[in-house]
């Protein structure tokens, strides 16, 4: 049938002559209900032009090219077709075209199930890139988000902060940790498919961008599809349950068009233990459209509170299994978990477009507030109440310095079977007998930011000529933030008295010191952060050679206000801060070689600077102002060489690329016993490198017109570039007092990092995909993946030379020899992973109502991997750790995170 195809349209465009460019025209309709399909997009392969169909489902695209090309055509919501043509000036009409639905968009909701979840706690982070990588048609892109997705693998070893997510061309990264926050607008996915993908470096029309790639989601109602669509999926893996509803007008005869959603997840568990799922989202959109312009309001109003899980100890893994969470326990027959995170953060967008023939322009202005939290459960002068505690489970027994004590350790044994989750009734218990005083010992809080964000941005692009694209574009951000310490629940006590247990000081000195519930206590600040940016870009392209350049400028401000005056830091921790603030230019290129419409290699490369993100300016901002001593602009200088294929049978890109991050800023908190004090501290990595290097490959084959094969590859390798300076600030002065500065810091030199693994997911990957399509309307896939040479995230207080030193003599123990510290530091990988994957599907036409159904099984094996981890800073010198492992159970072993086992997803939608 293609061959056919290749045949007529060569007879078709070779018989007219005179013709300086050559004309292709069609409709483009959907195969089952005969439809006209607006806003498809049909371009050339190696050519910059490309036309949308009109309302009538019309296309028409122009050019002076020749020579043999490939036609793609796309459209949201339906499988991309890709028609062989020769251009040789003339006319080229292809009639009606129709497209088959593509039911596996389905798939972007068994992608977010995996990814849109808080799966860290406190003291590390698993940040994937994966839900924004849902929108492309690039095959190794789209494994690596629906299959590699369950190991957490990132693409390039990059974080989710290198790329950017726009929302009508506003962009909706955090200022906090660089990162956009997805639940944002999660559970509207029938509103936000009209998504805009650029990858990696390439150019993009909205923003300079980031170097992971970058996604611009297009609500407006004019370009969804007219009707209603009703939804309902069920899971075993963050949620259980999921009703969605969508309502679409479609641009009416006077210009008005509008869409409401709504969705609904639930879960009182997901597939971890205890992690609840209760959450609810709406839409709402009114397009005003006149000539070329329209007019846009929107707002999305998405609630999510879910329970969060903890990494554990491979001792606590082999007693308890991979779905264990010590953060919940029952009361009164329900689950209650102490580690909640809830977020409601409504948006608001006006939007003007005007759209012509060679100029596009798009500004915008957003408003968003609301509120982030995350629960704990607070303990004071009383014992801690995580089962996990290490003082809890058997090794403890076993590691003492004064000998195994094995019987102890069969007791704390058979005690952690029995008390494995939070015991709600002792708390309780607890908080009565203090004494009759009223006085609390557990308190459950929340960790509270308050964010209110206004954003203004503007994007022109004009096209001069067929061979000169200018790209102009701007936005101005101003967040103000609020976070503090709330009391949720005292458990049954009167009241909590917001004093530092361990050093005896008051944290709000001007306050009332006995705290109720809805109180603040413990902490209160606010920042504010204000950024303006801009960029501009062109692109040329002329015969074989396209191109483009991009330049970036951005000015940004960061401010610390203290509210609380604390005891432990009166001259600094109430007030402003000063104010730090960065310059910042980015530069991008590249440069494309046609070999012909089917053949081309393109070269890419940047150098950008970053400012920090507000968590790492600032060293302890709940407690006072102290700002990361010299602190300084990210770099990140990178280069990738692609080369794609595009034959009507096969598709494909081989990538390499190079990418170094310098000058990086890290800040920990965590609990040590090091060589020059033990106390709770803040650990702050200055001059820290890092280097991504690697090749990916992905190809599509097209067995025949019912069967595909596809093999996509990633070899990677993600180091430490440099041995970043260390410095730690105690809390409580615990350390000892002539080795702090007058900054109340300790400096501890240089970590021996350079060239250890990165923390960054899988850096080996490969997945072979086969799947059939029926004409019939029933589809079935299956993919068998292999990831390796994952690591789980290093402490780098151990690769210091405090690590050395005896804290009793302050000299290096003795037996610190070289080879025994290589091998008591050496960094183990993780579990290599073997995951196989089915999905499958159906659609039915009945009563013009358009039915689907979706089911995908993950890991059907049922195997059991880590997806990441962290080593344990406690055992901050070379003596104690070294006693930790006598046993081969250290009590501070790292901590894992466990991917999900065998899991299912089932989606039955009907549209009319």
């Known amino acids: ?160 902060s290198n790329g950017e997510v726009l929302l009508n061309g506003i962009s909706m990264n955090k200022f906090f940790d660089g990162r956009p926050q997805w639940n944002n607008w999660g559970g509207l996915n029938d509103v936000i498919r009209n998504q805009e993908f650029t990858n990696g470096l390439a150019i993009n029309p909205y923003t300079f961008g980031g170097i992971l790639g970058n996604t611009n989601i297009d609500t407006r109602p004019s370009g969804l599809r007219p009707g209603i669509r009703l939804s309902s999926s069920v899971s075993n893996r ?99 978990n102490t580690r909640e995170r809830d977020i409601f953060e409504p948006l608001f967008m006006l939007n003007h477009f005007l759209e012509t023939e060679k100029l596009n322009w798009n500004t915008g202005i957003a408003y968003q507030f609301g509120t982030s939290s995350r629960s704990r459960l607070g303990y004071f002068n009383a014992p801690n109440p995580d089962p996990t505690y ?39 218990t607890a908080n009565s007998n203090t004494l009759n005083t009223g006085k609390a010992a557990y308190v459950l809080y929340d960790d509270v930011v308050k964010d209110t ?25 101003a967040l103000t933030s609020n976070s503090f310490a709330e009391i949720y629940d005292l458990l049954g006590a009167d009241f909590h008295e917001d004093i530092d247990s361990f050093s005896d000081t008051a944290n709000d000195l001007e306050g009332n010191l006995m705290k109720t519930q809805d109180e603040k206590f413990n902490y209160h600040y606010r920042m504010d952060v204000s950024q303006i940016n801009g960029f501009g870009q062109i692109n040329a392209s002329y015969n074989q050679w396209s191109g483009f350049a991009t330049a970036s400028f951005s000015s940004s401000n960061f401010q610390r206000e203290g509210i ?22 980015g530069l991008k290129a590249g440069l494309s070689y046609f070999y012909s419409g089917r053949h081309w290699f393109t070269a890419n490369g940047a150098v950008i600077n970053k400012p920090p993100t507000l968590q790492n300016i600032f060293i302890n901002p709940r407690e006072n102002n102290n700002i990361v001593p010299k602190i300084q602009n990210e770099t990140i200088t990178t280069i990738d060489i692609n080369y794609f294929i595009r034959l009507p049978d096969l598709t494909g890109r081989l990538s390499a690329f190079y990418t170094r991050f310098q000058n990086t800023t890290d800040i920990n908190f965590f609990f040590v016993d090091s060589g020059v004090g033990s106390d709770f501290v803040q650990e702050v ?10 090749i990916e490959l992905g190809l599509e084959y097209e067995v025949s017109s019912n069967v595909k094969i596809s093999f996509v590859g990633n070899l990677g390798a993600y180091v430490y570039a440099s041995d970043p300076s260390v410095q730690i600030n105690f809390d409580t002065a615990g350390a000892e007092e002539d080795l702090i500065d007058p900054e109340g810091t300790i400096d501890l030199g240089v970590s021996k990092l350079k060239d250890l693994k990165l923390a960054q997911g899988p850096q080996t990957a490969f997945a072979l995909g086969l799947e059939y399509r029926s004409p019939k309307y029933w589809w079935i896939g299956a993919s068998t993946n292999y990831l390796a040479d994952n690591y789980a995230n290093i402490s780098t207080i151990t690769r210091t ?82 006693q930790d492992n006598l046993s081969g159970k250290p009590s501070f072993a790292p901590k894992y995170w466990y991917g999900f086992g065998r899991t299912y997803f089932l989606n039955l939608a009907i549209s009319f």
């Open 1 to 160: 049938m293609r061959t056919a195809l290749f045949f007529v349209v060569l007879c078709c465009s070779s018989f007219i002559y005179g013709q300086q460019s050559t004309i292709i025209s069609g409709t483009i309709k959907d195969g089952i209900t005969k439809k006209t399909i607006p806003n498809a997009i049909i371009a050339i392969n190696g050519l910059s032009v490309e036309s949308n169909t009109d309302i009538s489902g019309k296309f028409t695209l122009e050019t002076s090219q020749i020579g043999e090309h490939i036609l793609n055509i796309n459209a949201p919501d339906y499988l991309s077709k890709r028609l062989p043509i020769i251009l040789e000036f003339g006319f080229i009409d292809f009639g009606e075209i129709v497209l088959e639905k593509d039911i596996t968009t389905e798939k972007a909701d068994n992608l977010i199930t995996l990814t849109d979840g808080d799966l860290s706690d406190d003291e590390q982070t698993i940040s994937g890139s994966l839900s924004l990588l849902q929108s492309t048609k690039d095959i190794f892109l789209n494994r690596a988000a629906f299959d590699f997705g369950q190991a957490f693998f990132r693409v390039r070893g990059y974080d989710s």
């Open 685 to 694: 990595v200055t001059d820290l490198d890092k280097l991504h290097k690697g």
């Open 390 to 428: 290490y003082r809890y489970l058997p090794s403890y027994h076993i590691n003492s310095a004064i000998g195994a004590d094995f019987t102890n350790a069969n007791l704390a044994r058979e005690g952690f079977l029995e008390n494995s989750q939070i015991n709600w009734e002792q708390l309780y």
């Open 238 to 336: 963050t949620y259980g349950g999921r009703i969605m509803t969508t309502y679409n007008s479609g641009l009416k005869e006077n210009g008005l068009a509008y869409s409401l959603s709504s969705s609904r997840r639930w879960a009182k568990s997901g597939y971890i233990e205890g992690t609840l799922y209760d959450a609810y989202s709406f839409f709402g959109s009114l397009e005003y459209k006149l000539n070329n312009n329209s007019l846009a309001l929107t707002s999305i109003l998405a609630k999510n509170r879910r329970g969060r899980s903890s990494a554990i100890t491979e001792e606590v893994f082999d007693l308890m299994g991979n779905r264990y969470n010590p953060y919940w326990g029952n009361q009164d027959g329900e689950i209650r």
């Open 564 to 585: 609380f005056k604390n005891e432990r830091f009166l001259e600094n921790s109430q007030g402003k801060s000063e104010k730090v603030s960065f310059s910042n230019i």
């Open 453 to 477: 964000q206004i954003t203004v941005s503007s994007n022109i692009n004009y096209t001069m000529n067929e061979h000169f694209d200018l790209g102009f574009g701007g936005n101005y951000k």
């Open 801 to 882: 030379q405090s690590f050395l030193l005896d804290p009793e003599t302050g000299e290096r123990f003795v037996d610190a020899t070289d080879e025994n510290v290589a091998q008591i530091l050496e960094q183990q990988s993780l579990d290599k992973i073997y995951l196989l994957n089915l999905v499958g599907g159906k659609s039915w036409l009945i009563n013009k109502k358009y039915i689907s159904a979706f089911a995908s099984i993950n890991n059907a094996f049922d195997s059991v991997f880590r997806t990441g981890g962290y080593e344990q800073s406690r055992n901050g010198n070379y003596g104690q750790l070294r």
